[in-house]
């Protein structure tokens, strides 16, 4: 696995190119406000009926439309909501797009999945921060910062490479390092990663074990310490020294209870579970599903989860602050 680093990057190509972002929202404002002090200050694109034009203006950015962005940079970070992209691209980019123009993507199911089909003149490339935007604004300055992926889709410039190392260190992530990816494993890790573990499974995980202590008399906030609010603790155990690292630093009675009864949970469906999504992340069979189905309506945050759980998360986060550290 190749990781660049700071000494990597010659952040002079960037002088005199000029860089607009598309999007102002968790990404695209993180970005813009690194870039900015970095030395490297971006234009933004917006719909005109974006309520975020005011939020960029009152950052002290000057902020234009989608397309006459595109007419006025020379690399374009692209960062729309995915499912969006594919006729932003087709309606607001294309048709003022240059060879030579570089377009940077922060998640990579758009190209890979064919949403969006550079032109050959361009070079396209792949920065994903690994977390999201607040962490990047806030890590900014810290080391560690936050890492990202890495990947060049389309070198058409032979510089696609270094112009991109030099905008990874202009938002932040080259002080942690930046792993070199393609499109292709970004795009399908990403989105099963996200959906299987991360978002979906860990969250049901969480609400599932809640559910029971509470089905069986445990106050909800006594379910909530117990089974969600030490989760980071055990997570930062897993990064620092892996699952048997972790096994080792926690009692032996949950040791030997997390062996006995972890397969009992996860267990042989679980595992045909995580191959069929598996299966519609790679197939591109959940993207399209996602592009198609999108505009039909708003998301239901809710659905996870319910209003005794989220009364428990916030009553514990207001009594002991959101970490156990
Ligand atoms: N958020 C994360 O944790 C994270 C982490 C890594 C990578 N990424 C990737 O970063 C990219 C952006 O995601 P995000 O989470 O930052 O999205 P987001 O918070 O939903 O923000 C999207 C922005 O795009 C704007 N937009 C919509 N249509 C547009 C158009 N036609 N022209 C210009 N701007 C338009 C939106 O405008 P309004 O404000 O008016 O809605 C909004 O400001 C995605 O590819 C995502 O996969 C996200």
Partial sequence: MRVYHT???????????????????????????NMRESGVVPLIGLPSRSRRRRVARADGFTVTTTRRLVSRSDILLFLAPDHLQGTIFETEI?????????LVFAHAASVHFGAVRPPTGVDVVLIAPLGPGKRLRELFRQKPGVACFFGVFQDASGRAKKLGLALVAA???????????????????????????????????????????????????KAYLECVFQIDLIVDLIKSGGIAGMLQ????????????????IIDE?????????????????????????AP??????????????????????RMLGDRNA
């Fill in 7 to 33: 000494k990597d990057a010659d952040r002079r190509v960037l002088k005199n190119k000029s860089i607009g972002i598309i999007g102002y929202g968790s990404q695209g404002r993180a970005q813009a406000l």
């Fill in 94 to 102: 294309c048709p003022d797009l240059r060879s030579g123009q570089m």
């Fill in 171 to 221: 938002i932040g992530c080259l002080r942690t390092g930046a792993i070199e990816t393609t499109f292709a494993e970004e795009a399908v890790g990403d989105l099963f990663g996200e959906q299987a573990v991360l978002c979906g499974g860990l969250a049901r995980l969480l609400k599932l074990g809640f559910d029971t202590l509470v089905e069986n008399g445990l106050s909800p906030e």
């Fill in 249 to 264: 630093r926690v009692s032996q009675t949950a040791a030997r209870g997390a062996i006995a009864n972890g397969p009992r």
């Fill in 269 to 293: 469906r679980a595992r045909l579970s995580f191959q069929k999504i598996y299966r519609e992340v790679e197939s591109g069979g959940f993207f399209t599903s996602l592009v198609n189905g």
């Fill in 296 to 317: 039909n309506g708003p998301i239901d945050y809710g659905r996870l989860t319910d209003a005794v759980f989220e009364r428990a998360a916030r009553r514990i986060g």
